[in-house]
């Protein structure tokens, strides 16, 4: 059962009502709940609207790319999930949702966020020190009969410190470590929902804007050292940006291979 929305929520969400468009009405809210996706798509599979949005505190069953866990303690994050019924939109929604993150959590907080191919939020500090994940999204669709009926795009942002796992204690971080502060919570949902709206409506009329903002955001897509496998072994290479259809562009030797999906590994 939802349970009431906490004040910082709710005032924030009143504030961005006009830029938000349909995303956050409705809003579900659970102090936690076993995964925002699961639940987001059993409600679009009863008819949800687009936009609706599930919210928790903590995630029980949360999951990142590639069925991984996704860490999500009680008190330390945001953890959302959106209906997206935007079919047109569909295609580049990992891309637009990364956007919307970024973002928002810009806007809220002033932080510097970048993009990291395909679906990370990350700080980039001095150098030579790599970058720490801040946030990640989840795109997952649903076709039936008749094609795709709805994606359900889901993001967890790391708020407030946590104790992480010993194999995230060097790659990720949050708003409160990089603030030094604590975060407002609400703010960074409410910032971030209305972001996703503005790059919904984008998308629907070209993904050039949304292509054109991601590319900002993302200087890693150029000139960043990776490593993928293949069926034939580990390959290497330097990215060179990113295809219009959201294919990351690695060159390596004479040639530029195309990386669609799959593991990536930054160097």
Not at 22 to 28: A, E, I, Q, R, S
Not at 169 to 187: C, H, Y
Not at 216 to 221: D, E, I, N, T, V
């Amino acid at each position: 059962m939802t349970e009431p929305l906490p004040s910082d929520m709710a005032a924030a969400l009143a504030a961005t009502a006009r830029r938000r468009g349909p995303f956050g009405d409705p809003l579900y809210y659970f102090s936690e709940t076993s995964s925002t996706n699961d639940v987001a798509g059993g409600l679009a599979e009863r008819g949800a609207p687009e936009g609706t949005t599930v919210v928790a505190a903590a995630q029980t069953a949360g999951r990142g790319r590639l069925g991984r866990e996704w860490f999500s303690p009680p008190g330390a994050g945001l953890y959302v999930s959106v209906v997206c019924r935007d079919l047109v939109a569909a295609p580049l929604l990992t891309l637009a949702g990364g956007v919307a993150v970024a973002d928002g959590i810009r806007t809220a907080t002033g932080l510097p966020v970048q993009i990291k191919w395909p679906n990370d939020v990350v700080i980039q500090p001095a150098a030579p020190a790599r970058a720490r994940k801040l946030a990640g999204i989840l795109a997952e669709a649903s076709s039936g009969a008749e094609g795709l009926q709805y994606v359900v795009l889901g993001f967890g942002i790391n708020l407030r410190h946590a104790a992480y796992p010993f194999a995230l204690t060097d790659r990720a971080t949050s708003i409160e470590a990089e603030l030094g502060r604590p975060p407002d919570g609400g703010a960074v949902l409410a910032e971030t929902l209305a972001a996703l709206a503005g790059a919904i409506a984008q998308l629907s009329e070209g993904p050039a804007v949304i292509l054109e903002r991601w590319r900002a955001l993302a200087p890693s897509a150029h000139g960043g050292r990776v490593e993928w496998d293949t069926p034939s072994g580990t390959e290497s290479g330097t990215t060179a940006g990113i295809g219009d259809d959201g294919a990351l562009l690695v060159r390596t030797g004479d040639r530029v291979e195309r990386i669609m999906s799959g593991e990536v590994q930054w160097k």
